[in-house]
């Protein structure tokens, strides 16, 4: 009964590759977000979407393409890995009101080789 | 978009003194304010948050100040355990234009026993 879970938690992968990172939550949440975690802990926000439709893209390069199918679910494919890709990715859901509380799933641990 | 400031980035006590970690924001709109605490390893979880009608609230150890004319608000944990020892993020968020939930930049708490 997990609310928001993300898959995979581990990813490694050459430079250059395409990979995807899948996201669900069952919460009934309108929104829902993709953030970064690099190294040095900063959790910064990539992408929001409101019921399937892209809200916030705060520039972030054009190899990450995130698809949300219905509201539920709001998955992350990423172009062209690079070295720098690498870091842990979270995706977060909440109700559209801005005013309670983010879920975040366990985090997916990308590393580029 | 909104510009969340924290401070500071570690913070080391004793067992059993407080600790307090202090946020500014940028976006007079923004109206919520949780507190996430970070495990080594897992996911952000909050712990607690204040809308922007209190200037207060607490949750036995835990509390939160916000001053809404300076912009600022602030976390306090009295009586710390080394079990509090963790990575803890401020955010902003609003509904004025969807909620988006910006982070701070984390403050690595050390709790020695």
């Known amino acids: 009964d997990t609310a928001v879970s993300q898959t995979p938690k581990y990813l490694v992968t050459q430079m250059g590759n395409d990979k995807s990172i899948k996201c669900e939550q069952n919460?009934?949440?309108?929104?829902m977000y993709w953030y970064k975690q690099d190294s040095k802990k900063f959790l910064k926000i990539m992408f929001s979407?409101?019921?399937?439709?892209?809200?916030i893209n705060e520039t972030v390069p054009n190899r990450f393409s995130p698809k949300s199918p219905d509201k539920a679910h709001l998955n992350l494919h990423i172009n062209s890995l690079e070295l720098g890709d690498s870091a842990v990715y979270f995706c977060a859901s909440s109700h559209r009101t801005g005013d309670t509380e983010a879920f975040f799933g366990q985090g997916t641990r990308l590393t580029v080789v | 978009g909104e510009n969340v400031e924290q401070h500071p980035s570690t913070l080391s006590v004793q067992e059993g003194d407080s600790a307090v970690i202090k946020c500014t924001y940028s976006?007079?709109?923004?109206?919520?304010f949780p507190w996430y605490k970070q495990e080594l390893g897992k996911r952000p979880q909050l712990i607690i948050d204040i809308r922007s009608n209190v200037g207060e609230k607490k949750d036995q150890r835990i509390a939160v100040t916000l001053n809404k004319t300076a912009k600022h608000f602030s976390l306090h944990i009295t009586e710390t355990q080394p079990e509090d020892s963790a990575v803890y993020f401020c955010a902003a968020s609003g509904v004025y234009n969807f909620n988006k939930f910006y982070f701070g930049s984390g403050t690595k708490l050390n709790v020695k026993p």
């Open positions: 979407y409101n019921n399937k439709e892209l809200i």
């Open positions: 976006d007079s709109a923004s109206n919520y």
């Open positions: 919460l009934g949440h309108d929104t």
